[in-house]
């Protein structure tokens, strides 16, 4: 492990821009057969490089992007199976210094109310969610000199000290919070947090600076480094995204991948996850209603599906700022999380005042409750199997340990089960009536399609004790 300057000056960018450039340039109208070669690499699920995943995204020829969404569908398949984890994300605060372009938490739209919860309303924030049924959340802060670890580590105390009736509580809590530094991220480890999150946003230096007018954000290499720096302090899972609509799409998935590599050669591990989103509309910011890339959904999902294929074994993403339709689509070329039944203003959940789409920090596609999002995941051509387990957050498979686990098989033979008694737990104690009739079918049928009859057994055995009363 590097060790990293706290300080975030002395060191330099480990993103290329000539190399990405002259990548993406060779990259420019390959064969066919250049596409497919890459293919069969990618269908041995080892990962591509870069300037592999910009020769697919540079492919123009639809019969061939068909064949990249056919072949992302299978690496999905293979490694995740049907399962799929869901989330919900908690707005803690957004009082912002920062004077991001994009975000309509920015300190210069004066027309939002300012808002950051204390302990009490943390508490019934999570109350509300946990009667909702949701097991992970994603905190989400601005950025703001009052904000500091120790701040921070109490709204996470906060949040897993609430239990609710039933299966209630709170058991991974990860983070989307501005960079600290290594002391910092010691303090959010000490009290267990699971992801720590951060979006680089551009890995395009001059689109950066344009963006970021003011505050800390500003310093690139400081956000650069953010994740080597958690590393350093223990947080072995690290949640790196950009934000698509700033600049070139290509640039920033080769930007992601970059960065994916350095922190695998520094920390020995890559990002536990990544993240895409797209900017949505949102008050108070002229960019994110005009976007300047702004992708066609069909390349976006190609953004999706290369991703899928150049980190196979890396979390995939998806919030609500994209449409129910659409998010069904991205599932199948490689999404493995998704938040859902979203509000992105603090207080939102339990304060009916503050769940108003004009406060939001942008505008939700898909705002569907949880309820709902899981009875279309059964229905769907496609069926998929809501997991909130988190068993190996508990039992400390994180970092590169859950990674090497991934490589074996582990996700379809622990996780899935895993995840269908979560799933089983749901519906038990928190599924409308439809959702749980639809639900236990779909269990019913996961549970006659292992083949081994011991596993089978023991699986319907748990699945029965669930039914009366047993809980994990
Ligand atoms: N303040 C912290 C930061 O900036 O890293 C964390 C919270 S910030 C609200 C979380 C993410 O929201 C940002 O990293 C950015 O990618 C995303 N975001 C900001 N404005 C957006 C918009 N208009 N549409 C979609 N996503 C947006
Ligand atoms: Fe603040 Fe984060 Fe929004 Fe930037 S993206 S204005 S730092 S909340």
């Known amino acids: 492990m590097k060790n990293i300057n706290n300080s975030g000056h002395n060191l330099k960018s480990f993103i290329d821009e000539d ?39 540079k492919n123009t020829d639809k019969d061939l992007d068909n064949e990249i969404f056919e072949t992302a569908m299978e690496v999905k398949r293979g490694i995740y199976g049907n399962r799929l984890v869901l989330f919900a ?9 920062n004077q991001c372009a994009y975000c309509g938490f920015n300190a210069e739209n004066k027309d939002l109310n300012r808002r950051t919860l204390s302990s009490e309303e943390i508490r019934k924030e999570v109350e509300v969610l946990e009667k909702i049924g949701h097991k992970r959340l994603l905190l989400v802060y601005g950025e703001h000199p009052k904000y500091n670890a120790d701040w921070i580590a109490q709204t996470v105390r906060d949040v897993y000290s609430v239990t609710s009736d039933k299966s209630g509580e709170i058991r991974r809590v990860n983070i989307n919070c501005a960079p600290l530094d290594v002391d910092g991220f010691k303090k959010l480890h000490d009290v267990g947090i699971g992801t720590y999150q951060c979006f680089h946003e551009s890995y395009h230096q001059e689109t950066y600076k344009k963006v970021h007018l003011a505050g800390k954000k500003t310093d690139y290499l400081w956000r650069l480094y953010a994740m080597h720096r958690a590393q350093e302090a223990g947080i072995d899972d690290v949640g790196m ?19 994916a590599k350095q922190l695998e050669k520094d920390c020995g591990v890559g990002p536990h996850t990544i993240s895409f989103p797209r900017i949505e509309p949102a008050q108070g910011s002229e960019l994110a209603f005009n976007p300047p890339y702004l992708s066609s959904n069909h390349n976006f999902k190609k953004v999706v599906a290369v991703l899928r294929l150049a980190v196979p074994y890396t979390g995939l993403i998806l919030t609500t700022r994209e449409n129910a339709d659409f998010r069904t689509e991205l599932l199948e070329v490689g999404v493995s999380q998704i938040s859902a ?3 992105t203003y603090p207080g939102a959940y339990s304060d009916p005042q503050y769940d108003r789409p004009d406060v939001q920090q942008f505008c939700i596609g898909d705002s569907r409750s949880l309820d709902e999002v899981i009875r279309s995941l059964i229905e769907g051509e496609q069926s998929y199997v809501p997991s909130w387990c988190t068993a190996c957050y508990r039992l400390g498979r994180t970092g590169e340990h859950f990674m090497e686990l991934a490589k074996t098989g582990f996700i379809q033979k622990f996780c899935l089960p895993n995840g269908l008694l979560t799933f089983k737990e749901y519906l038990e104690d928190y599924g409308s009536e439809e959702t749980k009739k639809l639900g236990n079918e779909l269990i019913r049928k996961e549970l006659d399609s292992y083949a081994d009859p011991d596993r089978r057994k023991l699986l319907t055995d748990r699945v029965t004790r669930m039914e009366a009363g047993e809980r994990d």
């Not at 993406?24 to 066919?32: F, G, I, L, R």
């Not at 994300?89 to 210094?97: F, G, K, Q, R, T």
Request: with cysteine; proline share 7%.
């Open 19 to 57: 190399l990405i450039w002259s990548e993406m340039e060779k990259a420019t109208n390959p064969e066919p057969a250049q596409v497919r070669d890459i293919l069969t690499k990618a269908k041995e699920r080892k990962g591509l490089t870069p300037f592999e995943a910009a020769v697919l995204l």
């Open 89 to 97: 994300p908690l707005y803690i605060s957004n009082e912002c210094v």
């Open 241 to 259: 995204g950009a934000l698509f609509g700033l600049f070139d799409p290509i640039f920033e998935v080769m930007g992601l991948l970059y960065h």
């Open 341 to 343: 039944g979203s509000r």
